[in-house]
């Protein structure tokens, strides 16, 4: 055994530790994820999972984001095929950064709304 392993039950959704990510990511479904795009205003669609489930793997993987700047570049990247931010806008017109990752029931990372420039991710 391990000596070295640490189980944390209460994960600080900061931590940099993947083991806690995948605890706090456990108390999350799709029903969850539908209740919040609910009361958003989203009516969500196949193309809006697919988004929210890349959201959620990336967290999953890296953790918080410094910057919504990062995120938002990352996703317009993955979904240049489908038409990069217009898709993205066109699923979450809230901002696909700030609205994703709520639906996502992830942390919705800093500087999501910088409202000196107009922007929302």
Known sequence: MNKNIIIDNDPDTSSSRKED????????????GLAVAKDI?????DEHWVVVDYLR???LEQGDSERAREVAEELETVFAEQGGSKFLRKLFPGGPVTQGSKVAGLPVPAYSQD???????
Not at 21 to 31: F, K, T
Not at 41 to 45: E, K, Q, Y
Not at 115 to 121: A, K, P, Q, R
């Open 41 to 45: 205003g989203l009516a969500m669609t």
């Open 115 to 121: 409202m000196s420039f107009g922007t929302t991710y």
């Open 57 to 59: 793997a990336r967290y």
């Open 21 to 32: 990510r995948e605890i706090q990511l456990q108390g999350w479904d799709q029903n969850k």
